[in-house]
């Protein structure tokens, strides 16, 4: 086995501790148990790079059609190579099921099409949502163009770069973007780890009387980040993925980011993440 060969088993033995498992049903279930307590959940199936569009909307239709009330599903639009027939399929059958969609941002190349596939498959005040990555300067704009369509808009910090290089600071760029979007009708689901500026964001957006949550990833610690917040009183949701581990390794990240290796060594030690308890820590 090469090097690259061992580097790739090493991290996907890792990253498992970031998905509830390779099912279905391990998502439905780690769902139902946090629902028990208090935080509703983002389902979203991690596809292989193998899988074909076809294979990944059908993992997509039956995560919808079992999903429970009160949480919904995010999908990764290239992963379907965007496919107008596959994306209008799931579109009918979130809005038959009352489920909401939720479009995963990835790299760069791919936000103007996925934006554009939004706006051209999802009527006028359809339940939809988007990923803005607060390192893209371009994400206040789009602020500005999910707040004109009616969009929910999860904030995230970003994984991929700008391919410009026109890369802001994550944290800065992530209260802007919460700004562009404090006291619109949208609402906002800031999802971060770090317990400062979940505080900062959520206070931007709650005292503009915008609609937000906390949205946190299934296998990150969580603790500190819900007693920073817990007095602000605001609902908690789980990222909780299923399927195929991949996140949040790649040769390139350890290469650049050595820190991660510590990261990938603490994760392989550990393991599978326990689900968390959470009683008494949440808001409904």
């Known amino acids: 086995m090469n090097a690259r060969s061992m580097l790739h088993l090493l991290t996907s033995q890792a990253a498992a501790a970031y998905i509830a498992g390779p099912d279905l049903e391990d998502a439905l279930t780690c769902a ?3 629902r028990e307590q208090g935080a509703s959940s983002a389902l979203c199936f991690w596809n292989a790079v193998a899988d074909s569009p076809s294979e990944v909307a059908a993992r997509y239709l039956e995560t919808i059609e079992r999903a429970a009330a009160g949480d919904y599903v995010s999908i990764k639009a290239p992963a379907l190579q965007f496919e107008t027939s596959l994306l209008e399929e799931l579109r009918k059958k979130s809005g038959d099921c009352g489920v909401r969609l939720h479009f995963d941002s990835l790299g760069p190349e791919h936000a103007d099409r996925i934006f554009e596939a939004i706006e051209s498959i999802f009527p006028a005040e359809t339940p939809v949502g988007c990923t ?12 500005e163009r999910a707040i004109d369509h009616g ?5 995230v910090k970003g994984q991929w ?27 906002v689901s800031v999802a971060t ?22 949205e946190l990833l299934f296998g990150l610690p969580w603790r500190a980040v819900l007693q920073s917040v817990a ?23 350890l290469i ?11 994760d392989l030690l550990m393991g599978s993440r326990a689900l968390p308890e959470l009683q008494g820590k949440v808001n409904s």
């Open 32 to 34: 139902r148990r946090l």
């Open 132 to 143: 803005l990555p607060g390192r893209w300067i371009r994400s206040v704009a789009d602020a």
């Open 151 to 155: 969009w929910t808009v999860r904030i």
């Open 161 to 187: 770069a700008d391919g410009d290089g026109t890369d802001c600071d994550p944290h800065r760029g992530f209260l802007a973007v919460a700004r562009a979007l404090a006291g619109c009708g949208c609402p």
């Open 193 to 214: 780890h770090h317990p400062a500026l979940a505080v900062e964001a959520l206070s931007i957006l709650t005292a503009a009387g915008t609609k937000c949550e906390l």
């Open 231 to 253: 007095f602000l009183n605001v609902p908690v949701r789980f990222y909780v993925p299923f399927g195929r581990a991949w996140l949040p390794y790649g040769a390139r990240h």
């Open 256 to 266: 650049t980011s050595p820190w991660r290796l510590t990261w990938l060594m603490r």
